[in-house]
């Protein structure tokens, strides 16, 4: 997203991302957002010039888009959604604006361009039944908050009813649900096809209906978002951002959300029990002779695949042996270096909750300590993150 009225710095930051990105082979989708106002972010700054869902000052409006296309129209990698969520604008109105971008920026094909659907995005098919807007795809946004309860089969035919004939060019631009935060938000389990929780219905519904008509689709957030419900995160981003400068890491929020946008996408999310082999020796995570007491774990050399060696990821974040009956758990809820770490009853508490990070650590959610191989005796107990190969595991 470009602001309006950002500076040349804030710009070039943008393009930094923006750059970076394609550079890796994503496809990127640049679109224009109002904000409310409000410091959602916490970061002293306003989200925007004010709530009215309008192109306030048309000018402006298409000389930012100029510089956009300016710089990005040859990028095949980079597609342009002129605004998101039009709400000011009658749905006569917002095709007219629509068409005349397109008419303004000759130089960004149709097919690169995503028309959103008026008012919120959240219905498509007065911009589908549009010819001034043919060979473009069309944006739409499909959320659960602010709506009333529903089954997953009616959640299903909200959105059909959203899309109409118009699937083939309809991208799912944005959609969510709670990943994290506490009490009700936490640990829903997406891939529970019985679940009767709102959330869970509608998530399974928009993405088992995205892979169904052959949709795309972009989660809303990855990471980042509007701290509103909690100070320190999105409860809707499905990774936890740690780290500094270049030294940067992901951890996932909730493992059965990344499985639904999986599916959404066509692919397979597996399974999330395996073992947990450390990289120093590459030993596995075990309970020693396979004792059903409460005892702390180890890194066993000879990785046998065995009961007391298979562990599952729940959405939760309990890392669960035995089939459920027992759960990593940082002793006496300890949050220092040495903290035993073994195996207890399952409780529930953030002692027991665990989040796998992309550079390989496993860290407590309580603490924010890394789980850790004692490099003298192989116990493993909790120790503060420094990047070591005994605080690295892997799946297999």
């Given at each position: 997203?470009?602001?309006?009225?950002?500076?040349?710095?804030?710009?070039?930051?943008?393009?930094?991302?923006?750059?970076?990105?394609?550079?890796?082979?994503?496809?990127?989708?640049?679109?224009?957002?109002?904000?409310?106002?409000?410091?959602?972010?916490?970061?002293?700054?306003?989200?925007?010039?004010?709530?009215?869902?309008?192109?306030?000052?048309?000018?402006?409006?298409?000389?930012?888009?100029?510089?956009?296309?300016?710089?990005?129209?040859?990028?095949?990698?980079?597609?342009?959604?002129?605004?998101?969520?039009?709400?000011?604008?009658?749905?006569?109105?917002?095709?007219?604006?629509?068409?005349?971008?397109?008419?303004?920026?000759?130089?960004?094909?149709?097919?690169?361009?995503?028309?959103?659907?008026?008012?919120?995005?959240d219905c498509v098919t007065s911009v589908?039944?549009?010819?001034?807007?043919?060979?473009?795809?069309?944006?739409?946004?499909?959320?659960?908050?602010?709506?009333?309860?529903?089954?997953?089969?009616?959640?299903?035919?909200?959105?059909?009813?959203?899309?109409?004939?118009?699937?083939?060019?309809?991208?799912?631009?944005?959609?969510?649900?709670?990943?994290?935060?506490?009490?009700?938000?936490?640990?829903?389990?997406?891939?529970?096809?019985?679940?009767?929780?709102?959330?869970?219905?509608?998530?399974?519904?928009?993405?088992?209906?995205?892979?169904?008509?052959?949709?795309?689709?972009?989660?809303?957030?990855?990471?980042g978002g509007k701290y509103q419900e909690?100070?320190?995160?999105?409860?809707?981003?499905?990774?936890?951002?740690?780290?500094?400068?270049?030294?940067?890491?992901?951890?996932?929020?909730?493992?059965?959300?990344?499985?639904?946008?999986?599916r959404a996408w066509g692919a397979d999310?597996?399974?999330?029990?395996?073992?947990?082999?450390?990289?120093?020796?590459?030993?596995?995570?075990?309970?020693?002779?396979?004792?059903?007491?409460?005892?702390?774990?180890?890194?066993?050399?000879?990785?046998?695949?065995?009961?007391?060696?298979?562990?599952?990821?729940?959405?939760?974040?309990?890392?669960?042996?035995?089939?459920?009956?027992?759960?990593?758990?940082?002793?006496?809820?300890?949050?220092?270096?040495?903290?035993?770490?073994?195996?207890?009853?399952?409780?529930?508490?953030?002692?027991?909750?665990?989040?796998?990070?992309?550079?390989?650590?496993?860290?407590?959610?309580?603490?924010?300590?890394?789980?850790?191989?004692?490099?003298?005796?192989?116990?493993?107990?909790?120790?503060?993150?420094?990047?070591?190969?005994?605080?690295?595991?892997?799946?297999?």
């Open positions: 997203m470009y602001r309006a009225a950002s500076t040349e710095g804030t710009r070039d930051r943008y393009a930094g991302a923006i750059d970076a990105a394609t550079a890796k082979g994503f496809k990127v989708i640049l679109s224009y957002w109002e904000g409310d106002g409000e410091d959602r972010n916490n970061d002293g700054k306003p989200d925007g010039p004010g709530w009215n869902g309008k192109v306030v000052d048309a000018d402006v409006f298409k000389s930012m888009w100029n510089a956009v296309a300016d710089r990005y129209a040859s990028n095949g990698l980079v597609c342009f959604e002129p605004f998101s969520e039009p709400h000011g604008h009658s749905a006569t109105e917002w095709a007219d604006i629509a068409a005349k971008w397109i008419a303004d920026h000759p130089s960004v094909p149709r097919n690169r361009i995503l028309v959103s659907g008026p008012g919120y995005n589908c039944a549009d010819s001034r807007l043919d060979g473009t795809y069309l944006s739409l946004h499909h959320y659960a908050f602010s709506k009333p309860a529903r089954t997953y089969r009616e959640w299903v035919t909200d959105f059909k009813s959203k899309v109409g004939t118009c699937a083939k060019r309809t991208i799912l631009d944005e959609f969510g649900a709670p990943m994290g935060g506490a009490g009700a938000d936490a640990g829903k389990d997406y891939n529970d096809a019985n679940s009767t929780d709102n959330f869970v219905g509608y998530l399974r519904a928009d993405t088992d209906t995205v892979r169904e008509l052959g949709m795309g689709a972009v989660y809303w957030p990855a990471i909690y100070p320190d995160h999105d409860y809707y981003s499905l990774f936890d951002l740690e780290g500094r400068g270049a030294n940067l890491t992901l951890g996932i929020r909730n493992i059965s959300g990344i499985d639904a946008v999986k999310p597996g399974s999330h029990t395996s073992i947990l082999r450390n990289a120093d020796g590459n030993g596995c995570l075990d309970v020693p002779y396979v004792s059903h007491d409460n005892v702390q774990v180890q890194v066993y050399d000879q990785c046998s695949g065995g009961a007391n060696q298979q562990w599952t990821l729940t959405p939760s974040g309990q890392l669960t042996v035995y089939g459920g009956t027992k759960c990593l758990d940082a002793y006496r809820e300890g949050t220092s270096n040495a903290t035993e770490v073994g195996t207890y009853d399952c409780s529930g508490q953030n002692n027991q909750k665990w989040m796998f990070y992309s550079d390989g650590t496993i860290r407590s959610v309580q603490s924010g300590l890394c789980l850790d191989k004692d490099l003298a005796t192989s116990k493993v107990q909790l120790w503060s993150c420094w990047g070591g190969d005994n605080q690295k595991w892997k799946t297999s």
